[in-house]
């Protein structure tokens, strides 16, 4: 989850910058409630373990977002932007959770899609080419442990028993 944040709010600054007018963000939780944060604001965004951590300028307490209860992060529409960049917007979904043999994805867009699974380290470890039919990705070759799973911009965590 933490490497799913990382990278999600990588790409959404990373996109951001390209955006004119955003000067905020929008972080949503799984209860649909939102907090908005000022990017003038803020000094730093960093992980602590399954927290994501905003400081502020002012040296005022920092704000801690527990990534499990994170939806998703949103650059919100300004006058002069095109439009809100965000992040899971179909809710990809891995099952068995945790996994020993196979992962089957959930939500996948019609066509084909590339998956990648990387381990918490980062390090690729497997990509497999999937169809909108064929959905169930073997797994048995993995270690135990964390893993990211990516597709179409979309990023979840599974755990291999």
């Not at 965004?45 to 040296?59: A, E, P, V």
């Not at 704000?63 to 209860?69: A, L």
């Not at 939500?107 to 390090?123: D, K, Q, R």
Request: glycine share 4%; no cysteine.
């Amino acid at each position: 989850m933490r490497l799913k944040l990382y990278l999600a709010f990588i790409s959404l600054l990373g996109s951001s910058l390209f955006i004119q007018g955003q000067n905020s963000l929008k972080i949503t939780s799984w209860d649909n409630t939102e907090k908005k944060i000022e990017l003038s604001l803020l000094d730093k965004i960093t992980f602590s373990g399954d927290d994501l951590i905003f400081s502020y300028n002012d040296g005022s307490v920092s704000e801690n977002f527990g990534m499990q209860t994170v939806r998703n992060i949103t650059f919100p529409q300004s006058l002069n932007s095109i439009e809100d960049v965000t992040v899971n917007k179909t809710l990809l979904s891995v099952f068995p959770n945790p996994a020993t043999d196979r992962i089957a994805l959930t939500n996948l867009p019609e066509g084909s899609n590339t998956v990648s699974i990387y381990s918490i380290a980062g390090s690729l470890v497997l990509t497999v080419q999937l169809s909108y039919s064929t959905q169930a990705i073997d797994v048995s070759a993995l270690a135990q442990g964390l893993y990211i799973l990516k597709t179409n911009n979309e990023v979840v965590k599974f755990t291999k028993q």
